[in-house]
């Protein structure tokens, strides 16, 4: 049972609903910002020493909000924990005056830490040939077919594992040359990925060892009793591959989507291509999977600037 009032609670309730069939937001992050925010009502509860309701939400201090986020970082949260915190809160507040309810007035004097930003570690493309290859041996072949399918497409298309196992058999267009796949990113927008032939011929192969006929609308990956493989699958595949070739704890499914965007840019691509290909809203974004060597970044410019290409005397 809620720490905090009805009326407050039933918002709450409304907000989710919001994120999830109206801002479309990912699973993962509803459940995300709703048990940041819910953390945040029964710290301020017990800090008060009295039930919150909404009119006690709206009146609270800066001071407040320093204090759980203080409570936060005692626990050892980190910089893009708090803020996805502070970014629920603001969820939350921009929902209430869209209600019409008053909103909570400390919270613009309340300034979001700076997420330090951590790149994964890319996959070596050696390493990557060596999973490729031992993933084969799984308990029957159409899972050592399933297996290797899935990896070629976060490593060979950038797919993140939930995209990937979201596909359903009527996204997939596999030809002899090359295909494409429509995938359902973020928020859920789509983006077409164009497929290499090498991919189109693993997802081929998976298709006709698995024996159980796929409808059009079917998920494409399937698991060991016949239900849609799960992303805890999917990790536990990635692990015992690691594990059994010695690669570090780095190498994990998103490490395989950052490796393809580094891959893809050590080896000409630009950025705004990279950018469509892994779905991103903003550049920003992709600048942060794509760590860019300065003498790589000097090619380019003197390559592509029209001055560059005039003689010196």
């Given at each position: 049972?809620?720490?905090?009032?009805?009326?407050?609670?039933?918002?709450?309730?409304?907000?989710?609903?919001?994120?999830?069939?109206?801002?479309?937001?990912?699973?993962?992050?509803?459940?995300?910002?709703?048990?940041?925010?819910?953390?945040?009502?029964?710290?301020?509860?017990?800090?008060?020493?009295?039930?919150?309701?909404?009119?006690?939400?709206?009146?609270?201090?800066?001071?407040?909000?320093?204090?759980?986020?203080?409570?936060?970082?005692?626990?050892?949260?980190?910089?893009?924990?708090?803020?996805?915190?502070?970014?629920?809160?603001?969820?939350?507040?921009?929902?209430?005056?869209?209600?019409?309810?008053?909103?909570l007035e400390a919270l613009p004097n309340i300034q979001s830490p700076k997420p330090s930003q951590r790149l994964p570690r890319p996959v070596d493309v050696e390493q990557v040939i060596?999973?490729?290859?031992?993933?084969?041996?799984?308990?029957?072949?159409?899972?050592?077919?399933?297996?290797?399918?899935?990896?070629?497409?976060?490593?060979?298309?950038?797919?993140?594992?939930?995209?990937?196992?979201?596909?359903?058999?009527?996204?997939?267009?596999?030809?002899?040359?090359?295909?494409?796949?429509?995938?359902?990113?973020?928020?859920?927008?789509?983006?077409?990925v164009p497929l290499l032939a090498v991919t189109c011929n693993a997802l081929t192969h998976y298709h006709q060892l698995y024996k159980i006929g796929l409808r059009q609308n079917d998920?494409?990956?399937?698991?060991?009793?016949?239900?849609?493989?799960?992303?805890?699958?999917?990790?536990?595949?990635?692990?015992?591959?690691?594990?059994?070739?010695?690669?570090?704890?780095?190498?994990?499914?998103?490490?395989?989507?950052?490796?393809?965007?580094?891959?893809?840019?050590?080896?000409?691509?630009?950025?705004?291509?990279?950018?469509?290909?892994?779905?991103?809203?903003?550049?920003?974004?992709?600048?942060?999977?794509?760590?860019?060597?300065?003498?790589?970044?000097?090619?380019?410019?003197?390559?592509?600037?029209?001055?560059?290409?005039?003689?010196?005397?």
């Amino acid at each position: 049972m809620s720490s905090y009032s009805p009326d407050l609670d039933e918002l709450l309730n409304a907000w989710q609903i919001e994120l999830r069939e109206q801002r479309r937001l990912s699973p993962h992050s509803c459940e995300a910002y709703e048990r940041d925010l819910r953390q945040f009502c029964d710290f301020i509860t017990n800090h008060l020493g009295e039930t919150l309701t909404l009119e006690r939400f709206t009146q609270l201090h800066v001071r407040d909000i320093r204090a759980f986020l203080s409570m936060r970082r005692a626990g050892a949260a980190q910089n893009r924990s708090l803020a996805r915190s502070l970014s629920g809160l603001r969820s939350f507040d921009r929902f209430l005056k869209k209600r019409g309810h008053a909103t909570l007035e400390a919270l613009p004097n309340i300034q979001s830490p700076k997420p330090s930003q951590r790149l994964p570690r890319p996959v070596d493309v050696e390493q990557v040939i060596n999973m490729l290859a031992m993933a084969k041996d799984n308990k029957t072949p159409w899972q050592g077919a399933r297996d290797v399918a899935l990896l070629m497409l976060l490593y060979g298309c950038g797919l993140r594992i939930s995209e990937a196992l979201s596909l359903r058999l009527s996204d997939i267009q596999l030809g002899i040359q090359q295909g494409a796949l429509r995938v359902v990113g973020k928020g859920g927008k789509p983006r077409d990925v164009p497929l290499l032939a090498v991919t189109c011929n693993a997802l081929t192969h998976y298709h006709q060892l698995y024996k159980i006929g796929l409808r059009q609308n079917d998920l494409f990956f399937r698991g060991p009793r016949g239900g849609a493989l799960s992303a805890r699958q999917a990790q536990y595949l990635v692990a015992r591959l690691r594990h059994a070739l010695g690669l570090p704890e780095s190498v994990t499914p998103h490490a395989l989507r950052h490796s393809f965007a580094s891959h893809l840019l050590s080896n000409g691509a630009d950025l705004r291509s990279i950018q469509d290909l892994l779905g991103h809203a903003s550049l920003a974004s992709t600048q942060v999977y794509t760590k860019i060597d300065p003498q790589q970044l000097n090619d380019v410019y003197m390559r592509a600037h029209p001055r560059a290409r005039i003689k010196r005397n």
